[in-house]
Structures are given as structure tokens and as C-alpha cells.
């Protein structure tokens, strides 16, 4: 599953650098909106996350830059509006 989603985001990639500016700061702010409209499914998948790497024995600083909370998701969807209203975005 993995490997088949990195393999749709290569491709993906090469679709948006080609692409408008307004297509590139649209899809941006799509990514901002989608993320803010889903942040309850990123958190409750982040604790899944969480947890399973504690059972594995991870370390306490790799889990706290794993870890999600509200502000964390805000501050992702906030970046990726950044980029939007960059010039020229990607």
C-alpha cells in the first residue's frame, strides 16, 4: 500500500509542477481545507500510530516528533496555505 501511494505521488508531482499557478495554489489550499475538515480521522489514526510505536520500544523524542495534536494539524494546514499564496507555489 505504501509503495502504491508513493508511486500515485510521484506521478502526481509531475502533473502539478507542469500545471498553472492557480491550479498549484487551488490544490493547495484544497490540501489546507481537507486537512482542517478531516483533523479528527489524523488524530484518531496519529494515536493508532502513537501507540504501536510505543509497544515497539521507539524513543520518546521519535515519538513526540510523531505525534499529532490539534496545533500540530493547524500549523500543516497553515504551511500549506503559505505555500499557496506564494508567487508560484512548488
Same mark, same amino acid.
Given at each position: 500500500m505504501i509503495a502504491e501511494m508513493a508511486i !500515485? !505521488?510521484? !506521478?502526481?508531482?509531475r502533473v502539478l509542477a507542469s500545471a498553472p499557478t492557480a491550479t498549484k495554489a487551488? @490544490?493547495?489550499r484544497a490540501a489546507a481545507t @481537507?486537512?482542517?475538515?478531516?483533523a479528527g480521522e489524523l488524530l484518531a489514526a496519529?494515536? @493508532?500510530?502513537? !501507540?504501536a510505536a510505543r509497544a515497539a520500544g521507539i524513543s520518546a523524542?521519535?515519538?513526540d516528533r510523531l505525534a499529532l495534536d490539534p496545533a500540530r494539524i493547524e500549523a500543516?494546514?497553515?504551511g500549506l496555505d503559505v505555500v499557496a499564496g506564494l508567487p508560484d507555489p512548488v
Open positions: !500515485a !505521488a510521484r !506521478a502526481a508531482v487551488a @490544490a493547495g @481537507a486537512i482542517r475538515a478531516r496519529n494515536q @493508532a500510530d502513537v !501507540a523524542a521519535l515519538i500543516i494546514a497553515a
